[in-house]
């Protein structure tokens, strides 16, 4: 079974997905964390980031792996290292290249054979998992979703770089070429601005039957 959640950074995406699988008892998926932990391998290489070819170069060689919830690159755990302020600022970026998306996606889809899934991201509805048994879109206001990536506490920005960070990263993910972050037309649209988290997971439970 595949559950399919997708919306803007800050929408909630990621702590409901997780709950809702420990709820079903299945596996959470964040496929954000494949680009972000690509991020992170090229920032280390210390890799041209304009440079396309060495970037999916790169890519290619790196063993990526998900196991019990967590990003695992050739044989490392670097789930807690996915949100710092220089991974933020290059994973949109990033995760725009067109050949790339097609690596991970190729990726997560070979994970997920074998595993019931709830994936978030921007186009889990849309690219990813097209057929998948559930879709949800998840959506809040540009200043829920600011402070409640500032109340996270990993970001040394102020309330209003990350606003504006948000918005511009939000701007890049609407408009790329290919996995764009849209609202699937057969997908749920929760806005989740004024739910607590707990609202949100009975919305989505009520729409799944096991």
Same mark, same amino acid.
């Given at each position: 079974?595949?559950?399919?959640?997708?919306? !803007?950074? +800050?929408?909630?995406?990621?702590?409901?997905?997780?709950? &809702?699988?420990?709820?079903?008892?299945?596996?959470?998926?964040?496929? +954000?964390?494949?680009?972000?932990?690509?991020?992170?391998?090229?920032?280390?290489?210390?890799?041209?980031?304009?440079?396309?070819?060495?970037?999916?170069?790169?890519?290619?060689?790196?063993?990526?792996?998900?196991?019990?919830?967590?990003?695992?690159?050739? +044989?490392?755990?670097?789930?807690?290292?996915?949100?710092?302020?220089?991974?933020?600022?290059?994973?949109?970026?990033?995760?725009?290249?067109?050949?790339?998306?097609?690596?991970?996606?190729?990726? &997560?889809?070979?994970?997920?054979?074998?595993?019931?899934?709830?994936?978030?991201?921007?186009?889990?509805?849309?690219?990813?998992? !097209?057929?998948?048994?559930?879709?949800?879109?998840?959506?809040?206001?540009?200043?829920?979703?600011?402070?409640?990536?500032?109340?996270? +506490?990993?970001?040394?920005?102020?309330?209003?770089?990350?606003?504006?960070?948000?918005?511009?990263?939000?701007?890049?993910?609407?408009? @790329?070429?290919?996995?764009?972050? @849209?609202?699937?037309?057969?997908?749920?649209?929760?806005?989740?601005?004024?739910?607590?988290?707990?609202?949100?997971?009975?919305?989505?439970?009520? @729409?799944?039957?096991?």
């Amino acid at each position: 079974m595949v559950v399919a959640i997708d919306g !803007p950074a +800050g929408s909630g995406k990621s702590t409901i997905a997780r709950l &809702i699988a420990d709820k079903l008892g299945i596996t959470f998926l964040n496929s +954000g964390s494949f680009y972000r932990g690509i991020t992170l391998s090229l920032l280390r290489a210390g890799t041209d980031l304009s440079d396309n070819e060495r970037i999916l170069a790169l890519a290619r060689s790196l063993d990526i792996d998900y196991v019990r919830s967590r990003l695992v690159i050739n +044989g490392e755990d670097v789930e807690d290292l996915l949100h710092s302020d220089a991974v933020d600022a290059h994973a949109a970026q990033i995760s725009a290249i067109v050949a790339l998306r097609h690596i991970v996606n190729d990726k &997560i889809r070979q994970i997920t054979r074998s595993l019931s899934v709830v994936c978030e991201g921007r186009d889990m509805t849309t690219v990813v998992f !097209p057929d998948a048994d559930y879709k949800f879109y998840l959506d809040a206001s540009i200043d829920v979703q600011a402070e409640r990536r500032f109340k996270q +506490g990993v970001s040394s920005l102020s309330l209003e770089e990350i606003r504006e960070s948000i918005k511009k990263r939000d701007e890049i993910d609407k408009n @790329k070429a290919e996995g764009s972050l @849209k609202i699937a037309a057969d997908a749920v649209y929760i806005d989740t601005s004024d739910l607590t988290i707990e609202q949100v997971c009975e919305i989505i439970i009520s @729409k799944i039957h096991i």
